[in-house]
């Protein structure tokens, strides 16, 4: 009789153990079972080292695309900020642009209102060559038809051109009346007649009304001298 451990009495198995001869159906059904077992924690193992890394690579995405949103408002932010710093500048040099211009604006008007009128001919009669002094007229307690003719008179006695008297008659305006100079068109502005219409309109006194009122003044002034 054959020795039980002789190599035709015994099968190895992974554990070391023997089984007789009679077992080895047993066995290989043994084996695939613990294959299947082995191949299933292989394909779990598997699936979740797959889950994990989609997982980091789905948190690895979020975190790229917060830091590009961040980024984004970061660069928005410094585009808003430069928006707003260029906005500011342009409205201070708007700002600075119109002062200079008032400031302009009033020193040609001062130096229209202190304008002495054209020098004086031989032939001419004597005339104030030096400075003349215009009224002002102030419509809260002037009458617009008696600061006209006053200045009318000047232009006359002055012999100013009547292109030139637009201007002059500018630099006696104030309030009401300044306000509707700056309200008008350059056109009308150095037009003479069409700025006295405008003055004359916008105090109710039309053209006929200023003209009847003119010829009774000349009228009382050649009685009074004869």
Sequence with gaps: ?????????????????????????????????????VIKCLEV???????????????????????????????????????????????RQERERDKQAERDLQLELAKLKAETGTPTQTSAPTFVTDRTRLPTFDDDKDELDDFLRQFERIASDQQWEEGTRASRLSTCLKGRALQLYNSLEDDEVRDHRALKKALLQRFNLTAEAYRRRLRNSKRLSDELSN
């Design 1 to 37: 009789m054959a020795d039980k451990g002789s190599p035709t009495r015994r099968l190895a198995l992974g554990e070391g153990g023997y089984l007789t001869p009679g077992s080895e159906g047993q066995t290989d059904r043994d084996a695939w079972v613990r294959a299947r077992s």
């Design 45 to 91: 193992e598997r699936k979740e080292e797959v889950e994990r890394q989609t997982r980091k690579e789905e948190s690895d995405r979020q975190e790229r695309q917060a830091e590009r949103d961040r980024q984004d408002r970061k660069e928005q932010a410094e585009l808003d900020r430069q928006e707003r710093e260029q906005q500011a500048e342009r409205d």
